[in-house]
């Protein structure tokens, strides 16, 4: 199906590992976003992309590294874990022009022990 | 500090009855929206208001935004089950500026 899609849906590591979060879209848009969500703080954008290798840090940066070599794929690595980053992670993409309109996979939930 | 409030956090109402949830900011925004965002699964928007005092309806939603583009309310008649879910205001402050910054959400529970 197109759309935009996450994976894995839900994963457990240990402090100290490096976690990649996949995410891919089929629309060939050209904004992608990582956000994550915690209860109280509603979404934070973590890093966005404008088109192919083009990367900027979000509110929330630290400790996450993006990537965009190919348009519908914006990977996210947690380089080195850490338990504030126990989260559920939502990415999203849009149209240039068109941020208003944000479209959303189903996100991955995450469990830093 | 978060730039865009909600209120309230949480609602839980009795099926049949209005409500209305605010979202606040002493910001001004060029556009806002609305997005509704169920368990398990990622916001899916609503609707999108860019004009002060714009009002738009969809079916027994009713969303307006401030005359100042500072604010907007959702405003829900003869709620429903499926009207359960998180809502969030999202706006974007700069034409041109690709992000939005969102709201807290309010979680929405209509009793049946």
């Known amino acids: 199906d197109a759309g935009i899609t996450q994976s894995p849906r839900y994963k457990i590591t240990e402090t100290g590992r490096q976690v990649t979060l996949m995410c891919h879209q089929t629309?060939?848009?050209?904004?992608m976003f990582w956000y994550r969500q915690d209860l109280g703080h509603g979404l934070r954008l973590i890093y966005y992309?404008?088109?192919?290798?083009?990367?900027d840090k979000g509110e929330v940066p630290d400790g996450y590294v993006v990537s965009r070599s190919k348009t519908e794929n914006f990977p996210l690595t947690l380089e080195s874990a850490t338990r504030s980053q126990t989260s559920v992670y939502f990415c999203?993409?849009?149209?240039?022009?068109?941020?208003?309109?944000?479209?959303f996979g189903p996100g991955t939930r995450l469990t830093v022990l | 500090t978060q730039l865009l409030e909600q209120s309230p956090q949480f609602l839980s109402i009795q099926e049949g009855e209005n409500l209305t949830v605010y979202c606040n900011s002493s910001?001004?925004?060029?556009?806002l929206q609305w997005y509704r965002q169920e368990p398990g699964e990622g916001p899916v928007l609503l609707v999108t208001?860019?004009?002060?005092?714009e009002v738009k309806k969809l079916k027994r939603l009713t969303f307006q935004f401030g005359d100042a583009r500072k604010d907007s309310s959702l405003h829900i008649t003869a709620a429903q089950p499926g009207d359960t879910g998180l809502y969030l205001c999202?706006?974007?402050?700069?034409?041109?500026?690709?992000?939005?910054?969102f709201g807290t959400g309010t979680r929405l529970t209509i009793i049946p």
């Open positions: 999203a993409s849009s149209e240039e022009g068109r941020a208003d309109t944000q479209y």
């Open positions: 629309w060939s848009h050209s904004y």
């Open positions: 992309s404008a088109a192919a290798d083009i990367t």
């Open positions: 910001s001004v925004f060029s556009s």
């Open positions: 208001v860019v004009t002060g005092g």
């Open positions: 999202a706006g974007r402050i700069l034409v041109g500026n690709e992000k939005l910054t």
